[in-house]
């Protein structure tokens, strides 16, 4: 499965590789010098802080890498060992409306998806959710496919996929959740966000990464 370490180790060889420090990659991506600063892996709290997908995004198209290039930094990471590698569901925008794709707590079933291969990320029900339309730009762009963990815990400030139990699937920013309601932001501000009460909501599930 991926691990913390090993996803700053990838960045941080990917800043060697174009002869840049991980402040230095930072900067040239556009993000403040300090995104990648060893202090700011970890919280105060001591828990493990990931890097977010714009940055890696902005990070692969300031140096002209791709994904792969990334995850084969990861394999490095490894000393030798090869990361292990799952097909996941590939569900577009519009069948994960369908209740026929998903169970009663967010997991695909029924099998009649197409599949990417994808590093294994810990979650046997975790599923890749191809973005269709503008509304989630720019941020997600029609075409982008993001990898969705339902077995991740979800806090404020992640961004998730919410299906309602009417069937609209939306994907946005945890604002607050609380035992009657859930408020989410939207992650194109040409949209507003959207305040359900907890009963109007199926599931809610975790977005782990995005690629192209």
């Known amino acids: 499965m991926l691990k913390h370490a090993d996803i700053w180790a990838a960045i941080d060889a990917l800043a060697r590789d174009h002869g840049l420090t991980a402040s230095a990659l930072a900067r040239r991506a556009g993000l403040d010098p300090t995104t990648f600063n060893k202090s700011k892996r970890i919280t105060r709290e001591g828990k493990p802080r990931w890097p977010s997908t714009e940055s890696v995004a902005k990070v692969l198209e300031a140096t002209g890498a791709s994904l792969t290039d990334l995850l084969g930094h990861i394999d490095g990471s490894h000393q030798g060992r090869s990361t292990q590698t799952a097909h996941l569901p590939l569900i577009g ?94 992650l194109n501000p040409a949209h507003q966000g959207r305040s359900l009460a907890a009963e109007e909501v199926a599931w809610i599930a975790r977005i782990l990464w995005a690629s192209q």
């Open 93 to 186: 925008f519009a069948q994960a409306g369908d209740r026929g794709y998903f169970d009663d707590a967010g997991y695909p079933v029924g099998g009649s998806w197409d599949e990417i291969p994808f590093p294994e990320v810990g979650d046997p029900h975790a599923y890749a959710l191809e973005v269709s339309g503008d509304s989630m730009e720019p941020l997600y762009r029609d075409g982008d496919r993001v990898i969705v963990s339902p077995a991740a815990s979800v806090r404020r400030g992640d961004r998730v996929v919410v299906r309602t139990v009417e069937g609209e699937v939306m994907v946005k920013q945890l604002v607050r959740q609380s035992a009657k309601r859930i408020e989410l932001a939207s």
